[in-house]
């Protein structure tokens, strides 16, 4: 049962590996091709909406395509690469700085990458199977009600599969947290990435429900004639609004918080110094997350709930400007006095700071309910969160891509290529959007495929299509850089910045597939730093060098997510034709072969579950003698 | 799957437990009868209607809490060692379910407040 | 391969056998995680359906004064909260290593359920008669879906309560079967408590 990794592999049973791995960093490096992959369809997405609005009066799309596009660059950005990416680094890295040899639970952990992999599909099936969603990322229930075809049933039943996925992750790195950290390894020793992990997690345990129900009475409706948004018969649209923010605002912050815990560590490594403040980062962390909950219906200012209900999550929101303040301000003072070292990922964070505090700032101006009556469903919005969301997590996930390059595979990137992606970047993205907080205020409405000549909208947004062009390219030179890094191959050693922290940094390269031979001792935050400076360098062992247990392979999550795929079809398609069914699809020719479909699809992974608890999965044991060779092995090689 | 390496107990370490788990069914089965207890008394109060509504609905809301306590505290071990994670999670979720609640009776139709 | 020892003598069996390995630790902690986002789950249900109580198309839809009556709603109580205490009997046994009574008492624990189940289809297929269905109106929505998604919990509750003791019948009580059925009791315990809100807030606040 146990693994060779040694051994040369044929294609066949790489893929096998694949498809049946519970290692979490062959997970990682899942996440990281179906993030990429999905990353780069929703950045193909932003650049045909930047072509259609360059020039007024363009006709590059239709209406109803363009409406298709930005429904699909916001739900594929966020859901399908934004979060995976940062899945990605997580699985990467937090095992690794807990000093655990896997997650708590690791066949789900391949179960939720499977899920989010076929739930994207699903998505993005819609494009050849009669249209894509159409009614916004957010869906709101009177448009996704009223939208014809199929659209949104693609984006209801895609992202169930998905966020049921991104569930069973959050649960999975919870766990893995609470029960798995390597002794010495307290909650106050913890590096902020896995900190910001935990509060992420938490966040996904408590937001993803709300979304999975807003999500079901959406299916509901338009698939199995209930009325939970029908007005006629009594239903209320407002309730998917509340249900969707309830997930959607904590949704921003499960994406920035690994972000923020990705750039602590790039500056404390590359500032060469201990993280200021980090007890006030971590109670910032903690507090984030809690705020992020009661903020939701600052989205919903102009709905009309009330001056009461807008000054409540006014202040509230408002308030969270405080302890994001308080991390702003600590990485400026681990920057400080440090001796600085201008690498790549440094870069990102350092470009980091303003871009994110600019998406911060117009954040607080939205929050003033009477302003943002102003600044709604306008330009300044796209604006905001472009910089919270670009400025924040997509320069953490570039960071991240170059600082866990060597971790994930035993090579680096090239550093040039590396501030070129950069430079083109940074500039592209302060072009493309810091003019669109102008043609917000000028009175630009968001949404819109196009806009009239002779309104002064023409060269700011040819600006910011010139803007979008450069971010582009920065995209290709970094794929450029890849394809030649892993055509080099050149291997590097422990350690490869040199200036290492974390636990992560104290193992060889390739990580044995056990991790680590010996689970380490944790003498203090940074462990592997206190190692250098007060040891021998080396990780101290905190038990003797015996057998341990180690999971199997399984193929069933991949069955599992299959059988949800197969389901989703049925479902989709059970409305068609039906007396009972919305005016979307009653008019479409009725498919009897759904209901069976449905049927089988559910039996599927049903049945799999069932055989998942039927059958006794007790894993296997790694020998002292193979784990011996293989640090006899690494001690020759060091040589 | 670790092996099991628990090493042999004494008589009397056997005896302690089975005292102690003797002890905490007791208990059970004391806030088994508190909860059924409770249940009659709201089912009564709501079908007699002895007392006003307005005093009706807050009671019978506080005994579902009280029975909840229980159901936690001692079906659920939530009093036992080790239970801190627990409490935290599930106090958090109680604490998003009522702001939930409390929002969707409120604040979900369009229109009135604007005055 | 790994091996498992089963039938362990009293005297090498932990006092917590549910917690007593690492994996044992990780699913403890991990459901009560899972429990505690299935609390949202039931928030965001139960915040729907205060929405859209009583919130019908036209004045000839029966609302939930006229559609609930009591003693049903009670017996059904009944019937969980003792199926809750059946189950506690089956952790209790399980704590003592002795599996013929903690199978018993999972048994009646399913026996209990499944009344439930009877009576709360019972219960849907006579409101459906009287007019109240899953698409007459936004209340029936709301209301279906609220006591059907528990009504779903039961029936995986049920399910999987049989399938451990079948499963388990062949081996026995290890460390590793001794988490599956605590993991199991947990998750019945946490249908009662949303079935304690699901009674007071749909059927006594219903009827008041």
Not at chain 1, 230 to 248: D, M, Q, R, S, Y
Not at chain 1, 294 to 300: D, G, I, R, T
Not at chain 1, 413 to 427: A, C, M, P, S
Not at chain 3, 72 to 95: C, D, G, I, K
Request: proline residues 4%.
């Amino acid at each position: 049962m146990a693994q060779t990794s040694a051994r040369k592999q044929g294609v066949g049973s790489v893929i096998w590996e694949y498809l049946t791995t519970v290692d979490h960093k062959k997970i990682a490096i899942l996440y990281l091709i179906a993030g990429g992959f999905f990353f780069v369809l929703g950045g193909i997405e932003a650049m045909l909406i930047r072509i259609q609005l360059a020039v007024p009066n363009n006709d590059f799309l239709s209406a109803g395509l363009f409406n298709e596009v930005i429904t699909m660059h916001g739900t594929t950005m966020i859901f399908l690469a934004a979060m995976p990416l940062l899945f990605a680094f997580m699985n990467a890295t937090v095992p690794l700085q807990i000093g655990a040899r896997d997650l708590a639970f690791p066949f789900l952990n391949s179960l939720g990458v499977w899920l989010f992999i076929f739930g994207g599909i699903f998505l993005n099936l819609s494009w050849f199977m009669g249209g894509a969603p159409d009614a916004g990322w957010t869906s709101y229930a009177s448009l996704s009600i009223a939208s014809p075809g199929h659209g949104i049933d693609f984006y209801a039943l895609g992202l169930q599969i998905s966020g049921a996925g991104t569930l069973i992750t959050g649960i999975n790195f919870a766990t893995t947290i609470i029960t798995m950290r390597a002794p010495g390894m307290t909650y106050m020793r913890m590096p902020l990435m896995t900190w910001t992990t935990l509060v992420a997690s938490v966040l996904i345990v408590f937001a993803f429900p709300p979304l999975t129900i807003g999500i079901f009475l959406l299916m509901f409706d338009r698939m199995f004639g209930s009325n939970f948004f029908i007005v006629e018969a009594g239903g209320n649209t407002i309730i998917w609004e509340h249900l969707f923010w309830i997930f959607g605002h904590p949704e921003v912050y499960i994406l920035i918080l690994p972000a923020f815990g990705i750039f602590s560590e790039i500056f404390a490594t590359f500032a060469r110094k201990r993280l200021f403040g980090y007890s006030a980062m971590v109670f910032a962390t903690v507090l984030i997350g809690f705020f992020g909950f009661m903020v939701w219906a600052h989205h919903m200012f102009t709905v009309g709930l009330g001056p009461t209900a807008n000054a409540i999550f006014a202040v509230a929101t408002m308030a969270i400007a405080v302890p994001t303040g308080i991390k702003i301000f600590n990485w400026i003072a681990t920057i400080w006095g440090g001796s600085i070292e201008f690498t790549t990922p440094m870069l990102y964070a350092l470009a980091f700071i303003p871009s994110f505090t600019m998406g911060g700032v117009t954040g607080i101006m939205q929050a003033a309910a009477p302003a943002d009556y102003q600044y709604h469903d306008s330009y300044f919005i796209v604006a905001h969160f472009h910089y919270v969301i670009v400025g924040g997590v997509v320069f953490a996930l570039l960071a991240g891509l170059h600082y866990y390059w060597p971790i994930m595979f035993n090579t680096m990137l090239n550093e040039t290529l590396g501030k070129i992606t950069f430079w083109f970047f940074f500039v592209g993205f302060h072009m493309t959007f810091l003019i669109q907080h102008f043609l917000g205020l000028w009175g630009m409405p968001r949404r819109v495929f196009t806009y009239l000549d002779g309104q002064g909208y023409n060269a700011a947004n040819m600006i910011s299509t010139i803007g979008a062009f450069l971010m582009a390219i920065a995209v290709i030179v970094l794929v450029v850089n890849i394809i030649i890094t892993l055509a080099k191959n050149e291997r590097v050693g422990m350690d490869p910045w040199g200036d290492g922290r974390t636990l992560e940094w104290s193992i060889p390269l390739p990580v044995p597939y056990y991790n680590f031979a010996q689970i380490p001792l944790v003498r203090g935050l940074d462990a592997y730093w206190v190692e250098k400076k007060e040891g021998n360098g080396k990780m101290m062992p905190s038990e003797s060098l015996t057998d341990f247990h180690m999971p199997n392979n399984s193929i069933l999550p991949v069955v599992m997510s299959l059988g949800l795929f197969i389901a989703a079809f049925g479902a989709m398609y059970f409305p068609d034709g039906q007396e009972w069914a919305i005016d979307a699809v009653s008019g479409l020719e009725p498919k009897p072969w759904a209901l069976p479909v449905l049927i089988i699809g559910l039996g599927i992974t049903f049945v799999s579950m069932g055989i998942r608890s039927w059958k006794d999965d007790l894993g296997y044991y790694v020998t002292k003698e193979e784990v011996e060779r293989d640090l006899e092995e690494l001690e020759r090689g060091g040589k | 799957m670790a092996e099991l390496n628990q090493e042999p107990m004494t008589k009397a370490q056997l005896e302690y437990l089975r005292r102690q788990r003797t002890r905490e069914m007791r208990q059970q089965l004391v806030s088994f009868g508190l909860m059924i207890f409770l249940t009659f008394i709201a089912f009564g109060l709501t079908a007699m209607e002895v007392i006003p509504a307005q005093f009706t609905i807050p009671l019978v809301l506080g005994f579902a809490f009280i029975q909840v306590i229980l159901q936690f505290y001692y079906f659920m071990h939530m009093k036992d060692n080790g239970h801190q994670f627990a409490k935290l999670f599930m106090m958090t979720g109680f604490y998003f379910a009522i702001a939930f609640c409390v929002t969707f009776v409120y604040i979900v139709w369009i229109g009135a407040p604007v005055n | 391969m790994a091996n498992m020892e089963y039938n362990v003598p009293t005297e090498r069996w932990p006092a917590h056998p549910e917690t007593a390995t690492q994996e044992g630790q990780n699913k403890f902690v991990g459901f009560w995680i899972f429990l505690a986002g299935e609390t949202a789950l039931f928030a965001s249900l139960f915040a729907t359906y205060l929405a859209l109580k009583d919130s019908v198309p036209s004045d000839d839809h029966l609302l939930a004064a006229d559609l609930f009556h009591l003693p049903l709603a009670f017996v059904m109580t009944m019937l969980l909260l003792t199926s809750s205490l059946t189950s506690v009997y089956a952790v209790y046994h399980m704590r003592n290593n002795n599996f013929q009574k903690m199978q018993l008492w999972l048994g009646i624990t399913v026996l209990l359920g499944a009344a439930f189940l009877a009576l709360e289809i019972y219960e849907f297929v006579e409101y459906t008669g009287l007019g109240h269905t899953f698409r007459s109106s936004a209340f029936g929505s709301a209301f279906y879906f609220l006591i059907g998604t528990h009504g779903f919990h039961v029936i995986v509750g049920l399910i999987w309560a049989t399938l451990l003791i079948l499963r388990n019948a062949k081996r026995g009580l290890s460390v590793y079967t001794a988490a599956k059925v605590n993991t199991f009791a947990l998750y019945w315990h946490f249908i009662d408590v949303v079935w304690v809100f699901i009674f007071t807030i749909v059927y006594l606040l219903g009827v008041l």
